[in-house]
């Protein structure tokens, strides 16, 4: 273990070479054997550290490419430590969405206002194909268009941390079940408070939008707890 200069951080040899050394004009990596020569350090250390930045999403081996660096993500990370949380306690969950409610309300107003008009048509399009599914016979989950909806809105924030909880949110709240049917109902007022924070958002009404949002996200506590096997096709 390492640290980076002028910092108490420690990392791995392995990840130090990735954070300071790497080439940044090209991802792909030497080597192991190469590797391991150039660190000083054994191929089976190397081996290990490697699966570490595997796991978090830095880096990317495939049998005929080889070794790449992968641009820097937040939501692996997270999506890690959450599914431990959650195979202890479904509370966690809970508490993550809470979190994310209030990431998504304190960031509302700077998401919003760095939106270009072709977000805010892509956003339009998601509302009408997610009325459309739901509109059918049989109705279909527009899970999909849910979660794309609010990722788009925060996007152009360009930061990091905030898209990495997010995605993470998402990824999880469809292992938590949450992405099951539960009444038609309940999905056409998610969806009615989805079509008026898109109307305001288009309309350059944000403070109306944030209200919208905030009700939205209110419904969460509404609903029932899934039953298996109770879904879509």
């Known amino acids: 273990m390492a640290a980076l200069p002028g910092s108490k951080i420690h990392l791995s040899d392995f990840l130090r070479y990735l954070a300071t050394r790497c080439d940044d004009s090209s991802d792909r990596l030497p080597p192991l054997t190469d590797l391991s020569r150039e660190l000083g350090i054994s ?8 699966e570490v930045a595997r796991s ?10 080889g070794m790449r660096r992968l641009p820097y993500a937040f939501s692996p990370a997270i999506r890690q430590s ?30 919003v206002s760095k939106l270009e008009p072709d977000d805010v048509a892509y956003l339009q399009n998601l509302v009408a194909t997610a009325q ?9 989950l527009p899970h ?9 809105i925060y996007r152009r924030l360009n930061q990091p941390f905030v898209i990495g909880l997010l995605e993470a949110y998402w ?3 469809e292992s938590a079940g949450l992405d099951v049917y539960l009444d038609l109902s309940y999905l ?3 969806w009615y408070y989805h079509q008026k924070m898109v109307e305001c958002i288009a309309a350059g009404d944000y403070e109306a939008g944030y209200q ?22």
């Open 43 to 50: 191929v089976t250390t190397l081996r290990e550290q490697l």
């Open 56 to 65: 978090f999403g830095w880096v990317e081996v495939r049998p005929k490419t």
């Open 82 to 111: 959450l599914a431990y949380a959650m195979s202890l306690s479904p509370r966690y969950f809970e508490q993550f969405a809470d979190l994310r409610a209030h990431l998504e309300s304190a960031y509302w107003f700077e998401a």
């Open 132 to 140: 459309a599914k739901l509109n059918t016979t049989p109705p279909q």
């Open 144 to 152: 999909a268009e849910h979660r794309e909806l609010h990722l788009t």
């Open 171 to 173: 990824d999880m709240y």
């Open 188 to 190: 056409n007022r998610v």
């Open 212 to 233: 919208a949002f905030r009700e939205h996200v209110q419904l969460i506590g509404q609903r029932n707890r899934p039953q298996p096997n109770q879904k879509f096709e």
